[in-house]
Structures are given as structure tokens and as C-alpha cells.
């Protein structure tokens, strides 16, 4: 286990620890926040853990200890008390989903840094280089809803708000000698008006978003379609995340070999051991039923060229993925798949354009523009 130079977090399990926790926030000046979130491991993702740091003191609010957290919500919208997150988007989405907080007076380290064209941004490269201190980010993709969570998780945890009050006043120092504080602070206040992240709910007609960059004839597409629906049944059943059961490319290409027996689903390679003892039975019923259906749900309205919209699609979504690693975020928190399909869809020629999408606005348009409409640019528009 590895050592640090700071005492252990202290961990809040009960509303008279989070009201006295309260209180000593609430004359704090300044404050680092971060939270975890089990989505990784639960079909309805919820956040599992808040982490909070004044500039002497770390502490970890268990929100499944916890029934009411309203007490916290005085911190988050509190114009005095000033909050530190790096990379606040998907924070702030999902605090204001699963509690209803609402927040004022932010500082977002991540934005802080690219405006000061700092690079990389994922928090762990931001410490190695200001303040000479290495994360490990193995825990990233830790079970946070699981109770006890082991120490290493929670010295983890602690780590990722316990720096956040230094960073912050590095990057502060920077963003004023750069003349840039007010090009920071209206991202910031951008942060602050995020609508709540939406609670998962079952889309028949998502199949398609998997579909979208691939070449299937129609009972590809038909038989795709019930394994989708097989798919999310089963991780409801299981509170597990869909991809966990069976990933997008392994519904790819069971669509596309329609396996017909046990012996035809192993010989086609596309799913582990475990995967067939558990889901072979179900996975043949949802393609023999595809084989029988007569209708689809129909697909998102496509503007233009579908296989250009398609290319672009593919260009976003790759693009995506290399973003969210190379900034330590996850994918969502970059733009959501269906944000990417419109974007595909309908590709604006300017930023200004893109601020007006709806699901990516200002904030996301100032951090993620140039390179959104440098992929476009790759297509040529003038053949729809």
C-alpha cells in the first residue's frame, strides 16, 4: 500500500457526522471536490462516493450510508464558499441528478489548464508537473458501489480532491499574468447552469447508433435489434451495465453470423466460455427472432448522404475515445453518443454553430470545438 504525506480521509457514514462536516465547510474559503460513480458496474449508475479537501483536511461522504445529503446542497450553491473540480462536467451532471444540488462558485482545473494551453490535462499529468506527484489511476475503474470499499480505493479517492486547493492556485497565478481570469470564469459560470445528467431509460431504436457506421442488410439489422433488446433485459435483470453482458462489437457480429445452434454459436468465436453458459439459450431465441420480425423501429432521421454521415459519425466517435483517455475522463463527459449522431447529421459550419447543438453549448464548444470541427472539415459537405 502506498504511503502518503497527509493523514488518512475521514470517513462521513451518518447525518450527524455530515452536519458537523457541514459546518466546517461552511467557513472554509475554498474546498476541492470530486465523486465517484459505479457506473462501470450498474445498469443505473449512481454516485457511490463525494470527496471534499479544505487546505488542511480531507474527508469522504458516503452518499449509501447517507440518506439525506440536502445539508450538502448549502455548500455546493454557497457564493462564498469556493469549489475546486478538475474536469466538473460529469460531476456536476450527476450531483445534480442523484441530489438536486445546485452550484455556484467554481474552479475547474482542467478548463483552467486549457485555457493556460496546458497539456495534457488529465489530472494526473497535471500534478506530475506543477506539484511532482504521481496518482495511481488503476482505481479509476474501481466498484465504487461496493461497501467496505479497501483502503487502497479510499486513499485513492482522497488523492483526487486532496491537491485540487494547490492546483487551483497555481493555475490562478497563471490564468491572471496570462490576462485570461475572464475567459476562465465565464466557463466556469457555464458550468454552474449544466442540466442534470438524464437516469438511464431503455431506447428501442439505439440499436441504430450501433448499426450507424457498419454496412448490414436488413435482417442484420433485424436480428441486431432483438439482441439489443435481449441484451438490455438481461443487465436490468442483473444491474449490470449493458456492455458488461455483451459488448457492441460482439452484438455486431453475432447480427451478422446469425449463429443457429450451440454448436454453430461456439464455432463462430465471437463469445467467451462464460458468456455462452450464461446467455447462449437467450442470444439463439433473440436471433431466431430477428430472422422472424417484419418491422424495425425506424432509425434516426438522416439528413444528407447516409454513408458520409456514417464516415463522420466514425471520425467523432474515434476521436472521442482518444480525447476522454488522453484527458483521463470518461467518453460522456466529452459529448454523449447522440450529441456525436447529430453532429454527424447536421455538422455546422462555425462555432458558433456548434454552441447552438443542443447537449453542447458553450463550455463544450470553447473545449472541444477546434477539434470537432477540424474532423469536419475533412468531409467534403458541398455532395449532400
Known amino acids: 500500500m502506498p504511503k502518503f504525506p497527509f493523514p488518512?480521509?475521514?470517513?462521513?457514514?451518518?447525518?450527524?457526522?455530515?452536519?458537523?462536516?457541514?459546518?466546517?465547510?461552511?467557513?472554509?474559503?475554498?474546498i476541492g471536490i470530486d465523486s465517484e460513480s459505479n457506473s462501470l458496474h450498474a445498469?443505473?449508475?449512481?454516485?457511490?462516493?463525494?470527496?471534499?479537501?479544505?487546505?488542511?483536511?480531507?474527508?469522504?461522504?458516503?452518499?449509501?450510508?447517507?440518506?439525506?445529503?440536502?445539508?450538502?446542497?448549502?455548500?455546493?450553491?454557497?457564493?462564498?464558499?469556493?469549489?475546486?473540480?478538475?474536469?466538473?462536467?460529469?460531476?456536476i451532471v450527476?450531483?445534480?441528478?442523484?441530489?438536486?444540488?445546485?452550484?455556484?462558485s467554481l474552479f475547474d482545473t482542467m478548463i483552467a489548464a486549457k485555457i493556460c494551453n496546458v497539456n495534457p490535462l488529465g489530472l494526473n499529468h497535471l500534478l506530475q508537473s506543477f506539484l511532482n506527484v504521481s496518482i495511481d489511476k488503476r482505481h479509476q475503474l474501481d466498484n465504487w458501489g461496493i461497501r467496505p470499499l479497501p483502503q487502497d480505493s479510499l486513499l485513492y479517492a482522497q488523492m483526487d480532491s486532496h491537491y485540487l486547493p494547490q492546483l487551483r492556485?497555481?493555475?490562478?497565478?497563471r490564468l491572471k499574468s496570462l490576462r485570461r481570469l475572464p475567459d476562465a470564469q465565464r466557463a466556469f459560470i457555464a458550468l454552474t447552469k449544466l442540466a442534470p445528467s438524464?437516469?438511464?431509460?431503455?431506447?428501442?431504436?439505439?440499436?441504430?447508433?450501433i448499426a450507424e457506421p457498419h454496412q448490414l442488410s436488413w435482417r442484420e439489422l433485424a436480428v441486431l435489434h432483438e439482441l439489443y433488446v435481449m441484451r438490455d433485459t438481461i443487465a436490468q435483470t442483473k444491474d449490470a451495465p449493458p456492455m458488461k453482458i455483451i459488448t457492441n462489437q460482439q452484438l455486431l457480429a453475432l447480427a451478422q453470423t446469425a449463429p443457429k445452434s450451440s454448436i454453430q454459436l461456439e464455432k463462430c468465436r465471437v463469445l467467451s466460455y462464460k458468456q455462452r453458459k450464461r446467455y447462449g439459450k437467450a442470444i439463439l431465441n433473440a436471433i431466431k427472432s430477428g430472422f422472424e420480425a417484419q418491422s424495425l423501429p425506424p432509425p434516426p432521421e438522416l439528413h444528407g448522404?447516409?454513408?458520409?454521415?456514417?464516415?463522420?459519425?466514425?471520425?467523432?466517435?474515434?476521436?472521442?475515445?482518444?480525447?476522454?483517455?488522453?484527458?483521463?475522463?470518461?467518453?460522456?463527459?466529452?459529448?454523449?453518443?447522440?450529441v456525436l449522431l447529430h453532429i454527424a447529421q447536421q455538422p455546422p459550419s462555425d462555432m458558433n454553430g456548434l454552441?447552438?447543438?443542443k447537449g453542447v453549448g458553450e463550455l463544450r464548444a470553447h473545449t472541444y470545438g477546434e477539434d470537432i470541427l477540424h474532423i469536419l472539415e475533412k468531409f467534403d459537405y458541398n455532395d449532400e
Open 355 to 357: 454552441k447552438i447543438i
Open 94 to 104: 450527476t450531483l445534480k441528478r442523484d441530489f438536486g444540488f445546485e452550484f455556484n
Open 169 to 173: 492556485d497555481i493555475l490562478m497565478v
Open 198 to 209: 438524464i437516469i438511464r431509460q431503455f431506447d428501442p431504436s439505439g440499436f441504430w447508433n
Open 305 to 338: 448522404v447516409e454513408s458520409l454521415v456514417a464516415d463522420r459519425y466514425t471520425a467523432l466517435y474515434t476521436w472521442r475515445k482518444e480525447r476522454a483517455q488522453q484527458d483521463g475522463v470518461e467518453v460522456r463527459a466529452i459529448l454523449p453518443k447522440q
Open 43 to 91: 445498469y443505473q449508475e449512481r454516485v457511490c462516493l463525494i470527496q471534499i479537501s479544505t487546505r488542511t483536511h480531507d474527508y469522504l461522504i458516503d452518499p449509501l450510508s447517507i440518506p439525506d445529503l440536502s445539508a450538502l446542497g448549502a455548500i455546493f450553491a454557497s457564493e462564498t464558499v469556493e469549489k475546486v473540480f478538475h474536469g466538473a462536467e460529469y460531476d
Open 8 to 30: 488518512p480521509a475521514t470517513l462521513i457514514k451518518s447525518p450527524h457526522a455530515l452536519e458537523e462536516v457541514v459546518n466546517i465547510l461552511a467557513r472554509e474559503p475554498l
